[in-house]
């Protein structure tokens, strides 16, 4: 059996937490031969983003390029985009990739330890050149509110709804920052709750980058949309409980490969 192919276009976190790390954690945790497009450098660790440093629009274009040609994708995550021209440069690689695949967009706009990772500039382009372009869109709620335009007190349904009239085929609004720790899924035509359990005593830093990385590599095996939804939420919440909190001063990375557990204990 082919091992499924999978892509990260995200920034990379100096730390290990988030970005492509977690995400190359991720679909190494599912099965998954994973690739990246870096579109940032950041100097980060678990308490604050210290710098970023953007690629350069043609690198980004061309690692894609690079590993679409000729090792070929089954889905792609994207993270990290951060500026205008980053995104432009993304939706060109998009279109021109040889055959469509699931494209899985996690909205990154701030970091764990509350650094900005989206210039306000590129919240617009975000919403016009990346959605219509993607199968689903994994904002949490503060994203989703940004994404869909919408104030504090809009119900999550209708963020989702504009989020998807913006383009995005399906939407899951994670639960990680709301009051139950239950994603939404709105495929366009029905609403889907994905209960899970909340993880106080946790580590969080990546919960976004795995839960949008799992969900991808979930697309690539073959899984419909709901199935693999669910897939995400349960191993995302898992890392979250198995979180490393010994890790750094600030909030401590999530645990997808079981670092340290029994799961993650050698044989």
């Known amino acids: ?26 679909f190494a945790r ?12 950041t100097v980060q660790n678990t308490v604050e983003v210290r710098a970023v440093q953007p690629v350069d629009p043609e690198i980004i274009e061309g690692q894609i390029a690079a590993v679409a040609e000729d090792i ?15 995104i432009e440069a993304v939706e060109r690689a998009l279109r021109a990739l040889p055959e469509p695949v699931p494209v899985v967009v996690d909205p990154v706009m701030v ?12 919240e617009r382009a975000l919403r016009e050149r990346i959605l219509p372009l993607t199968t689903v ?28 009239g913006h383009g995005a085929r399906a939407v899951i609004v994670t639960g990680g920052h709301r009051d139950e720790a239950t994603d939404l899924l709105f495929d366009g035509e029905r609403f889907v709750a994905l209960p899970g359990e909340r993880h106080p005593d946790g580590a969080a830093h990546g919960s976004g980058c795995t839960h949008s990385s799992v969900l991808a590599a979930q697309l690539a ?20 409980r198995d979180g490393l909190r010994e890790i750094g001063r600030g909030a401590g990375p ?14």
């Open 72 to 86: 070929g994708l089954d889905a792609v995550k994207i993270g990290m985009l951060g500026s205008v021209p980053t």
């Open 137 to 164: 869109a994994t904002p949490n709620l503060a994203e989703a509110r940004v994404l869909a335009g919408a104030g504090d007190d809009a119900p999550v349904e209708e963020l989702a709804r504009a989020i998807h």
């Open 111 to 122: 970091a764990e330890s509350g650094g900005r990772l989206l210039e306000p500039e590129a």
């Open 30 to 41: 599912c099965g998954v031969h994973g690739m990246t497009a870096i579109t940032a450098i």
């Open 254 to 267: 999530v645990n997808v490969l079981g670092l340290g557990t029994r799961a993650g204990a050698a044989s």
């Open 1 to 26: 059996m082919a091992i499924p192919r999978v892509l990260s276009i995200a920034g990379s976190d100096s730390g290990g937490g988030a970005g492509i790390q977690a995400d190359l954690k991720a």
């Open 221 to 240: 095996h073959g899984l419909e949309l709901e199935e693999a939804a669910r897939v995400a939420r349960r191993i995302a919440g898992e890392a979250v």
